[in-house]
Every structure is written in C-alpha cells, then in structure tokens.
C-alpha cells in the first residue's frame, strides 16, 4: 500500500495500545515519522525499543496525557521543535469504564471518556 507518506509527521495518541501500535507500525512502513504519544510510559518505551532497530530516526515516545493541558502543550512543542511540524494526528487513546450506566453516581467517566476519546 502506498498512502504517499514518506517523510510526513505522524502522531498517534494511544500509540502504545493495540490498535495503536498497529497504526504506528503501518506508518512506519509507509515511510513517515511517527511519534507515539500515551500516558503508558512503560509500554510506549518497549513499543519504542521494539521499532528502533529497524526504524532508527524515525520513531519516538512521548509520554502523553489526553487529561492534562500541559502535557498535551508541552508534546505538541515537543513534537513541532523535534520535527517543524506535525502533518498527521492519528488518535487512538480511550478510556473504559465497565460498569453498568444506571450505577454510575455521576457523569465524571463519560466526561473523562469524551476529554480523552474526542480531545
């Protein structure tokens, strides 16, 4: 597949998941730079070193909190410093919450899942 991605910047939040670290995976193989950004510093990290040996240069993690204003400010200057631009947001992050909606006391994890999922 040839999606015309060589040399783009490409973020993925909730880079280090499933879904995720495919997504990464696949845009390297398209060329591009991809920046993983989630807030699981430990699985980023081993999803990074995992890349690095054929992706040399072109692969990075930034520990990314969707919850955090300055977190999410300091990975985009991050980013931009780093690469001069960003060319594609790819966002894969979530949150779940398994328990039934009639027993939730308050709407504060729909709010966390929409801060995250939609931000």
Known sequence: ???????????VTGGAGDIGSA???Q????GAYVIIGDIAEENGLNLLESLLKDY????HFIELDLT?????RDFVHSVVRTHS???IIVNCA???HFEALVHWNDMSELDRHYEVGLR
């Open 94 to 96: 979530a949150t779940f």
């Open 85 to 87: 631009g960003i060319d």
């Open 1 to 11: 597949m040839n999606l015309e991605l060589n040399d783009k910047v490409v973020i």
């Open 27 to 30: 845009f390297l193989e398209e």
């Open 23 to 25: 997504c990464v995976k």
């Open 56 to 59: 040399p240069n072109r692969i």
């Open 68 to 72: 955090d204003q300055i977190s999410i």
